[in-house]
């Protein structure tokens, strides 16, 4: 069924309004006999059945809507909407807007005419450059709020009960659509709704309810989206809510704002942000989705940094966030807090909107949930090799380390916008600030842990537990840690460990030499022998691919080596040269023969 959004868009030259309505609207469907006598009922006169669409089935209006839709099907300036038809005269001028008016009106007539539609004189508002429409007011400069309806919420009592709360509530619902901060103003009204809470109405509240007034008395009107021309989304998060606006040439076309859950309510800022870009994105998704020319204002700096970075360095949350607006061709930009008038005005008021939503708008706000759902379930730890049992060991060690705590909480809040404003103590981690989060008290840097400075001494031995060298150990380290200055820590580490000191003579470094690079998987392999846990195993590498088999040996004569062989060639290729050393398995006679029946080089390198 078609809403007042749908219609809006097809608006922006509107002028001149004719509101008809049909009359006793259900009353013109006929039923046929199948249906008619699931209406029976009972009378002092025996049983009667309803011949026409009785009022009072909970179907009736979405049987007639869809009725009365398809029957002006193909009538355009004709917007059907529940029982109202609006016929729109657009223009540039006002006569042009009134002859489009009557051409429009007169096709109206002649189809209802054809398909025996009776309307309504009682209600008729005729050529009138305002029409009341659904709680709204439609004219020739936009949306309007109905003056009736802020009216009535200037004169609601204050609540003085839960009940009290939700019809309030409820009702400045209705005018979410022009208060972009309704949610955050709510909020500590929503926390008297919560269940389990007990009532008490304490001087915040009413702060609340006045400055719901306040906001109700300013809204704004909201011009007509004209699809040809560039759109831009600003969005705004605090505290408690959401707020986005969607603009053109400086004019809001439509608001909307949500209360951030409360695990949201703990994302850092960068994240709060971002997700009030893709808020706005999915709610806005009918405006925006499939064309250009969309600009995103952000008055978060680090943001703009973080959208221009390999999805890969985000972290997890936010690389789900980012992967949602893939959808749509967005520009994001910077743009400072003062000049962000609407997503400022509006995200500090925002409504947990309820309002009965377009088939379209439903789908894209229960996306948006499941979104939403699925981006506060990442849970960082889930994506890499760190176990639980560590995780909360690092936690301990962040919540005693000052720095961490100062680093957290910069996190939590926001990053100031230049670097000589930053806290001495967190400023080593400016330059990565955009790939900071937080999550169950542990910090990430992407998908890296954050080690706090009591625990980076038993990460060093961790790391260099096997005695890799210096290189090897960062690589490993940096796929799970961080810390600022680890790669020279890790090297220092290493120099001066008297294991690896003591052994560094003997070990001379071999000079590598790669292998000529085969041309097709199997062309070249080589093969070894080793032992683990006390059994023996055949390893054959394919150069090409580097892709391994292992074998289980039962015994190590040449000829259980050379029937894993023959299995390994059959099911794969047979080679046209095999490497190995000179062990026992690999220079007796027996291999010499099966090279030759299989003709392939056997090339002998000296044992280590
Ligand atoms: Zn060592």
């Known amino acids: 069924m078609p809403t007042l959004e749908d219609v809006l868009y097809k608006l922006p030259k509107a ?19 199948h249906s008619s006598y699931m209406t029976t009922f009972w009378t002092p006169w025996g049983r009667k059945r309803w011949l026409k669409l009785p009022f009072g089935v909970s179907v009736a209006p979405e049987v007639y809507q869809r009725k009365q839709h398809e029957l002006l099907m193909g009538l355009s300036g004709v917007e059907p909407i529940a029982d109202d038809i609006l016929v729109v005269g657009c223009g540039d001028s006002d006569e042009e807007a009134e002859c489009d008016h009557d051409a429009k ?21 005729f050529k009138v450059p305002e029409v009341h429409f659904h709680g709204h007011i439609l004219s020739s400069t936009g949306l309007k709020a109905d003056p009736e309806k802020v009216k009535a919420v200037l004169e609601m009592p204050h609540p003085s009960d839960v009940k009290g709360v939700q019809r309030f509530v409820g009702f400045v619902t209705y005018l979410a659509k022009f208060l972009p901060r309704l949610s955050e103003v709510c909020e500590p009204l929503r926390r008297l709704m919560d269940k389990d809470t007990i009532w008490l109405w304490v001087p915040k509240h009413d702060a609340a309810v006045r400055e719901i007034k306040q906001l109700v008395t300013q809204t704004p009107v909201l011009r007509y989206c004209n699809v040809s021309k560039p759109v831009t989304i600003q969005s705004d998060s605090s505290q408690y809510g959401l707020g986005c ?28 942000e971002c997700l ?16 250009d020319n969309i600009t995103a204002e952000t008055d978060h700096k680090p943001l703009i940094a973080i959208f221009s970075k390999p999805l890969l360095n985000a972290p997890k949350r936010l690389q789900s966030m980012l992967l949602a607006l893939q959808n749509y061709n967005l520009k994001v930009v910077y743009k400072p807090g003062p000049e962000m008038y609407v997503s400022d005005t509006l995200s500090r008021a925002t409504a947990s909107g309820t309002h009965t939503r377009s088939m379209h708008e439903q789908h894209a706000v229960c996306s948006l949930q499941t979104e939403q759902v699925d981006v506060e379930h990442i849970n960082q730890a ?14 301990q060690h962040t919540d005693r380390d000052g720095q961490l705590q100062a680093l957290r909480s910069v996190i939590l809040m926001g990053w100031p916008d230049c670097r000589e404003e930053t806290a001495l103590a967190v400023r080593e981690y400016w330059p990565v600030k955009e790939e900071l989060s937080v999550q169950n008290g542990v910090i990430f840097k992407s998908q890296r842990v954050v080690i706090p400075r009591s625990l980076r001494p038993e990460m060093l031995a961790r790391v260099h537990s096997s005695h890799i060298g210096g290189e090897a150990c960062y690589r490993q380290a940096c796929d799970t840690l961080y810390w600022p200055g680890m790669q020279s820590e890790i090297k220092d580490y290493v120099s001066k460990c008297t294991v690896c000191n003591e052994y560094a003579i003997e070990q001379q470094r071999e000079t590598m030499m790669s292998h000529e690079l085969p041309m097709r998987p199997w062309q070249i392999v080589s093969l070894d022998l080793f032992q683990h846990s006390g059994k023996d195993f055949l390893l054959i590498v394919d150069h090409y691919s580097d892709f391994w088999e292992i074998d289980l040996l039962p015994d190590l004569s ?6 894993r062989y023959k299995a390994q060639f059959a099911r794969y290729c047979q080679p046209d040269r095999v490497i190995s050393d000179n062990g026992p398995q690999f220079s007796g006679v027996e291999i010499r023969k099966f090279a030759a029946e299989w003709e392939f080089e056997h090339v002998t390198t000296p044992k280590s």
Request: one cysteine or more; a positive charge.
């Open 245 to 272: 606006c969607l603009m053109q040439e400086g004019q809001p076309v439509a608001v909307a704002s949500r209360a951030l859950t409360p695990t949201e309510q703990n994302y850092a800022q960068i994240e709060k």
């Open 276 to 291: 009030s870009i893709v808020f706005a994105c999915q709610h806005f998704h009918h405006y925006l989705y499939g064309r």
């Open 105 to 125: 009106l007169l096709a109206l007539m002649v189809r209802c005419r054809q398909v025996k539609l009776r309307l309504s004189i009682k209600k008729l508002q």
């Open 558 to 563: 040449a000829e259980t080596t050379i029937k």
């Open 382 to 395: 889930d994506y890499h090799n760190v176990t639980d049992q560590c995780l909360i060991q690092i936690r």
């Open 15 to 33: 002028r001149v309004f004719t509101l008809v309505d049909a009359r006793d609207a259900f009353l013109q469907c006929k039923l046929d006999e």
